[in-house]
C-alpha cells in the first residue's frame, strides 16, 4: 500500500521541518542524557526516572519517524496555486451560518496542518470536504453529528 499523499501550504512545511529538526537535534540529546544520569541511578528494574525516559525516547523516536515519512509524501501547495474563484486546500473562506447568522473565516489546510482552534480545517474534515470545488455565493450542506449546517460561501481568498 502506497504511502498517504500530505498536503501541506508552505508554512505547514516550515513548521514540520522545524519540529523534525528540534527533536532530532535538541530532544534526543535531552532524552539521552536524562536516560544517562537515570542509569547513573542505579538498579533500573525499579526506577522510574529511567522508565520515564525510555517512554520519552520512544515517543521521540516514533515521532521522528511519523514527520520524516510525511515530509518524504509531501505535497506543497503553492499560493500561486490557490484559486479564488472555487474553494481548494490553501483557500481562507469567509462563511455565513444561516441558521445562528454568524460569520465565520476558515483556511482549508491538509490534514496534517488542521488546528480547529486556529480556524485551520482539513480538507477531509465534514466542513472542508463539503466546501472544496464550492464558488463564492453557493449555499453548503454539511452532514455533521448534530444534523446538518448551512453555510453560504461569503468569500474566497488566498
Same mark, same amino acid.
Given at each position: 500500500?502506497?504511502?498517504? *499523499?500530505? %498536503?501541506?501550504?508552505? /508554512? ?6 522545524? $519540529?523534525?529538526?528540534?527533536?532530532? @537535534?535538541?530532544?534526543?540529546? #535531552?532524552?539521552? &542524557?536524562?536516560?544517562?544520569?537515570? !542509569? ?5 528494574? *525499579?526506577? @522510574? ?6 517512554? #520519552?525516547?520512544?515517543?521521540? $523516536? ?5 514527520? #520524516? ?9 503553492? #499560493?500561486? $496555486?490557490? &484559486? ?17 447568522? &454568524?460569520? +465565520? *473565516? ?6 496534517? &496542518? ?5 480556524? =485551520?480545517? /482539513?480538507? *477531509? /474534515? ?9 464558488? =463564492?455565493?453557493? %449555499? +453548503? ?6 444534523? %446538518?449546517?448551512?453555510? $453560504?460561501?461569503?468569500? !474566497?481568498?488566498?
Amino acid at each position: 500500500m502506497a504511502d498517504k *499523499e500530505v %498536503i501541506l501550504t508552505p /508554512s505547514g512545511l516550515k513548521k514540520l521541518e522545524e $519540529e523534525l529538526e528540534y527533536l532530532k @537535534s535538541v530532544k534526543r540529546h #535531552e532524552v539521552a &542524557e536524562r536516560i544517562k544520569t537515570a !542509569i547513573g541511578y542505579g538498579d533500573i528494574s *525499579e526506577n @522510574s526516572e529511567y522508565d520515564d525516559a525510555k517512554n #520519552e525516547q520512544a515517543f521521540i $523516536e516514533g515521532r521522528i519517524i511519523t514527520l #520524516e515519512k510525511m515530509l518524504r509524501n509531501a505535497r506543497v501547495i503553492n #499560493e500561486d $496555486e490557490v &484559486e479564488t474563484d472555487v474553494v481548494s486546500v490553501g483557500s481562507t473562506v469567509k462563511l455565513k451560518d444561516l441558521e445562528y447568522n &454568524e460569520i +465565520v *473565516e476558515y483556511t482549508i489546510v491538509g490534514s496534517a &496542518e488542521s488546528d480547529p482552534m486556529a480556524n =485551520k480545517i /482539513s480538507n *477531509e /474534515s465534514p466542513v472542508g470536504k463539503a466546501l472544496l470545488g464550492k464558488q =463564492k455565493g453557493a %449555499i +453548503v450542506d454539511v452532514n455533521v453529528p448534530a444534523g %446538518i449546517i448551512q453555510y $453560504e460561501i461569503l468569500d !474566497i481568498k488566498k
